[in-house]
T-cell receptor, first 111, second 114 residues
Framework: DVKVTQSSRYLVKRTGEKVFLECVQD?????MFWYRQDPGLGLRLIYF???????EKGDIPEGYSVSREKKERFSLILESASTNQTSMYLC??????????FGEGSWLTVV | AQSVAQPEDQVNVAEGNPLTVKCTYS??????LFWYVQYPNRGLQFLLK??????LVKGSYGFEAEFNKSQTSFHLKKPSALVSDSALYFC????????????FGSGTQLTVLP
C-alpha cells in the first residue's frame, strides 16, 4: 500500500512564526502535492512538484513556499504564519497521472 | 479550466436504503474522475475512478459510480447504505491533457441514519 506520512498531526503556532510541514511518501512517486482544506471550500491546491527541485504554483500559493530536495520528501513552508492560515493541510503523491494518495493531514492553528 | 460541482452539502439516508451522492464536472478534454471519502480528522481515502471503458465503475466498500458523458455527471452510488458509510465525500476531476493536479468539489456530508 502507498503510504504518505505527515510528520505533525496537530500544531499550534504564533503569528509571525516560520512553520514547516513535512511529508514523506514511500512509493517512489514523482508527483507530490500540498492541499489546504477548509469547510465549505473543499480542497485547494497550494503547490505541487513533479520532480526533485521542481515546483509549480497551485490555486492559492500566496504566503506559502515549498521545498523538494529529495524525491520522497516534500515540505510546505509558511514564512510568517498568519491567523488566516489556520487550516487542515493535506499532502499527497501520485505516479504520473494516476490516482493521488493522501496523508492523514496536519491541523495547523495560528494564534 | 476544469471544475467540479457537488450540488448537495448534506445527504441523509436511512440504513439499508440506496444512496446517491451527486457530482457534475467540466473539462475541456476527456476526464479522469475520482471519488474520495474522508472520515473525521483523517485524510482522504481513494474509493474509485473512471478513466475509460465501462461507464459503471465499481470501487471499495461496495460503492460504484456511473459516468454519464452527455450529462457530464459522475454520481456515487451504493445499493444499501451502512451507518459506517457516514462521512464526507469528495468528487474530483482531471483533464487527460492538462496538468497533473486534481480539482475537487466542495464535498458532500453523507449521514446514514440507523
Amino acid at each position: 500500500d502507498v503510504k504518505v506520512t505527515q510528520s505533525s498531526r496537530y500544531l499550534v503556532k504564533r503569528t509571525g512564526e516560520k512553520v514547516f510541514l513535512e511529508c514523506v511518501q514511500d512509493m517512489d512517486h514523482e508527483n507530490m502535492f500540498w492541499y489546504r482544506q477548509d469547510p465549505g471550500l473543499g480542497l485547494r491546491l497550494i503547490y505541487f512538484s513533479y520532480d526533485v527541485k521542481m515546483k509549480e504554483k497551485g490555486d492559492i500559493p500566496e504566503g506559502y513556499s515549498v521545498s523538494r530536495e529529495k524525491k520522497e520528501r516534500f515540505s510546505l513552508i509558511l514564512e510568517s504564519a498568519s491567523t488566516n492560515q489556520t487550516s487542515m493541510y493535506l499532502c499527497a503523491s501520485s505516479l504520473g497521472s494516476n490516482t493521488i494518495y493522501f496523508g492523514e493531514g496536519s491541523w495547523l492553528t495560528v494564534v | 479550466a476544469q471544475s467540479v460541482a457537488q450540488p448537495e452539502d448534506q445527504v441523509n439516508v436511512a440504513e439499508g436504503n440506496p444512496l446517491t451522492v451527486k457530482c457534475t464536472y467540466s473539462v475541456s478534454g476527456n476526464p479522469y474522475l475520482f471519488w474520495y471519502v474522508q472520515y473525521p480528522n483523517r485524510g482522504l481515502q481513494f474509493l474509485l475512478k473512471y478513466i475509460t471503458g465501462d461507464n459503471l465503475v465499481k470501487g471499495s466498500y461496495g460503492f460504484e459510480a456511473e459516468f454519464n458523458k452527455s450529462q457530464t455527471s459522475f454520481h456515487l452510488k451504493k445499493p444499501s447504505a451502512l451507518v459506517s458509510d457516514s462521512a464526507l465525500y469528495f468528487c474530483a476531476v482531471r483533464d487527460w491533457g492538462s496538468a497533473r493536479q486534481l480539482t475537487f468539489g466542495s464535498g458532500t456530508q453523507l449521514t446514514v441514519l440507523p
